[in-house]
T-cell receptor
Framework: AQSVSQHNHHVILSEAASLELGCNYS??????LFWYVQYPGQHLQLLLK??????LVKGIKGFEAEFIKSKFSFNLRKPSVQWSDTAEYFC????????????FGGGTRLMVKP | NAGVTQTPKFRVLKTGQSMTLLCAQD?????MYWYRQDPGMGLRLIHY???????AKGEVPDGYNVSRLKKQNFLLGLESAAPSQTSVYFC?????????????FGPGTRLTVL
């Protein structure tokens, strides 16, 4: 079965620190990859997605992610976090040939200290 | 556009009671989904629909039923609520099930079963 792993469950950073959140998936075929963010009390919003082309994807609010096929990874990065980035981040995967059903990772709670 | 809306926002049930959660979208999307979110487990797909009048099981369908009588609405029913169904429920929709098509999420319903 396809699974998605986010190894960091909780991350605490100070403002201006760099961020990298890990995401690994187990499926070996064609995949589409997503990062969603959930700010406190809000619904999930799409940060960025990858489905083909340049493996370095840029999203909203200065976030980017790199797809490394050989490592089955899609890590999320931001060079300098802000207090407003405090949120829960979810990696999600769907198989290109299986419709649009998403398998989510367990999420990473990020707290940014001012 | 309101996007994806969910009713109610909060609900407390006693074990054995039934209820229906309503999801509505005004984006003319074909696909709709119901997820549950539990701490440390990300979002798991309960049921989904690929169009009006159709439904299909997701990853965790037991104890839930769904209906899609109108394209814009997707109902999730609990016939006999159990404490294990205490969770936050999210509805989502997408235009198609095409490669990389984005799912848009509602604000969630927090359900507690006593």
């Amino acid at each position: 079965a396809q699974s998605v792993s986010q190894h960091n469950h909780h991350v605490i950073l100070s403002e201006a620190a760099s961020l990298e959140l890990g995401c690994n998936y187990s499926y070996g075929g064609t995949v589409n990859l997503f990062w969603y963010v959930q700010y406190p009390g809000q619904h999930l919003q799409l940060l960025l997605k990858y489905f083909s082309g340049d493996p370095l994807v840029k999203g909203i609010k200065g976030f980017e992610a790199e797809f490394i096929k050989s490592k089955f990874s899609f890590n999320l990065r931001k060079p300098s976090v802000q207090w407003s980035d405090t949120a829960e981040y979810f990696c999600a995967v769907n198989r290109g040939n299986a419709g649009n059903m998403l398998t989510f990772g367990g999420g990473t709670r990020l707290m940014v200290k001012p | 556009n309101a996007g994806v809306t969910q009713t109610p926002k909060f609900r407390v049930l006693k074990t054995g009671q039934s209820m229906t959660l309503l999801c509505a979208q005004d984006m003319n999307h074909e696909y709709m989904y119901w997820y549950r979110q539990d701490p440390g487990m990300g979002l798991r797909l309960i049921h989904y629909s690929v169009g009006e009048g159709t439904t299909a099981k997701g990853e965790v369908p037991d104890g839930y039923n769904v209906s899609r009588l109108k394209k814009q609405n997707f109902l999730l029913g609990l016939e006999s609520a159990a404490p294990s169904q205490t969770s936050v429920y999210f509805c989502a929709s997408s235009r198609l099930a095409g490669v990389g098509d984005t799912q848009y999420f509602g604000p969630g319903t927090r359900l507690t079963v006593l």
